[in-house]
């Protein structure tokens, strides 16, 4: 008899055991899956809930949120960034569905979609009052590519002529919109190209991860959306970004190097301790799929990042305070390339500008901070002798090359 009882005995507690790891698991997962906000972010989150109503910043047309104004702090000297909103025009639509909306497709409305020109939540089923497009999928992973083809040919029927560029992201993606700008800025919407986090297989330009978020150019739009038409692309696969980065090769689009004159990766995909502090494991299938040699550590990322994947509620709220309200006083950006030849200012702009870059040298600077011209040129960083120099002169260099390392892929 105690062989049998020991052996009830074990087999008990061993299934007590097991179900209570199970309930704790699952209490975890329940509170990671229902982050509990502070005040001041459910404030902030409840700031974009009717934007019509509430918000004079936004214009609601159908389905889609109209940017009115470039939203930035007051009293920061904000020009660079308003003239390359008002000359690199980005229409931001954010992948979704009907269960996301309250958990995290509001935070995207209430923090990073506010710096695109306009915006669009796709998901599987209208719902007028968010709002979001109906593209008529199920949900699932399997409806991926589905969603991305319909939600494309939408904005091509819809929304081409408000927009030079059009960015796909997820909802539990961050993008800091206004450095994009920066890498669009040396190209043209006419360019048939495109850019993300670049991986390698299964395609013989590679092709752009999903979750990091991606962006075409008005022609590779219209080429996407032409491909389909001509049959030349089908749904072949729910694996949206590697079939989205086939039809686009066959269409002749070319998949861009969004990487900075430094070489360093602006698009990411995964949170930013992933990035900065983590160490891939060598079995890791990251290693084999990124297209430029993978930097684990804080050069892992370029000082102008596009963006992060993974990201939920609580840090789209932290990641929009470090992006536009936190600042280490006395300093200016130690990495400022300059803006592309077609991206001037004003005769009187630049002179007001330089006047009061002189004032603030001379200890007598007072008011808004300047935004003068960078000593990074090329894929070059200058000296600190050659810096010293450039500031000096003042915006001698300011309209000038700003290339980033896609130039040098086509030679890759």
Same mark, same amino acid.
């Given at each position: ?37 502070s005040?001041a ?25 109209? #940017?009115?104004? *470039?939203?930035?702090? +007051? ?22 569905g ?11 409305? +209430? ?9 669009? %939540? ?19 992973? !399997? ?6 083809i319909?939600? %494309?040919?939408?904005?091509?029927? *819809?929304?081409?002529?408000?927009? !030079? ?5 997820? !909802? ?6 206004? #450095? ?5 800025? #040396? ?17 013989k330009q ?24 001509t ?12 079939a ?41 299938? /990251? ?15 370029? !000082? ?12 789209? /709220?932290?990641?929009? /305070? ?6 280490? /006083?006395?300093y ?12 001037? %200012? ?22 808004? %901070? ?14 600190e ?10 915006? #001698? ?16």
């Amino acid at each position: 008899m105690k062989g049998p009882s020991s052996r009830w005995s074990f087999s008990l507690g061993f299934l007590v055991g097991v179900c209570s790891i199970y309930f704790f698991l699952h209490q975890v997962w329940f509170e990671r899956s229902y982050v509990v906000l502070s005040d001041a972010q459910e404030k902030a989150a409840a700031v974009g809930e009717r934007p019509t109503s509430e918000d004079p910043n936004w214009r609601k047309e159908g389905a889609a949120l109209i #940017n009115l104004l *470039h939203p930035h702090r +007051a009293g920061e000297d904000s020009r660079v960034a308003d003239e390359l909103y008002q000359k690199v025009r980005i229409l931001c639509w954010v992948m979704t569905g009907p269960y996301n909306l309250q958990t995290r497709t509001r935070h995207v409305r +209430a923090t990073w979609s506010r710096h695109c020109n306009v915006v669009l %939540f796709m998901s599987s089923m209208e719902d007028r009052d968010f709002p979001t497009v109906g593209l008529g999928t199920k949900e699932g992973r !399997d409806q991926l590519y589905w969603k991305t083809i319909r939600a %494309f040919h939408y904005v091509y029927e *819809h929304h081409a002529q408000e927009a !030079d560029w059009f960015l796909k992201a997820d !909802d539990d993606t961050y993008v800091v919109v206004d #450095n994009l700008r920066w890498i669009l800025s #040396n190209h043209t919407p006419e360019e048939p190209i495109y850019f993300g986090k670049r991986f390698k297989p299964f395609a013989k330009q590679g092709y752009m991860s999903g979750g990091a978020g991606y962006v075409l150019s008005k022609e590779a739009l219209r080429r996407f959306v032409e491909g389909f038409q001509t049959k030349v692309c089908t749904h072949t696969t729910p694996v949206e970004d590697l079939a989205l980065g086939q039809c686009l090769e066959k269409m002749g689009v070319l998949a861009g190097d969004s990487r900075d004159t430094l070489q360093r990766e602006t698009f990411h995909p995964f949170v930013p301790e992933h990035h900065l502090t983590a160490k891939f494991s060598k079995s890791f299938w /990251y290693w084999s799929y990124c297209y430029y040699p993978i930097v684990e550590g804080p050069q892992c990322c370029s !000082d102008l990042a596009v963006s992060f994947h993974y990201v939920e509620a609580e840090l789209m /709220y932290t990641l929009e /305070y470090y992006t536009y309200h936190l600042r280490a /006083y006395g300093y200016r950006s130690r990495y400022r390339p300059p803006l592309p030849q077609g991206l001037g %200012f004003s005769l009187l702009s630049l002179t007001t500008m330089t006047a009061e870059l002189k004032a603030v040298e001379e200890g007598t600077g007072r008011g808004r %901070f300047t935004t003068p011209a960078s000593s990074v040129g090329g894929n070059q960083a200058k000296t600190e002798t050659d810096s010293g120099k450039g500031e000096k002169d003042g915006l #001698n260099s300011f309209p000038f090359d700003n290339r980033t390392a896609v130039t040098q892929d086509r030679q890759h």
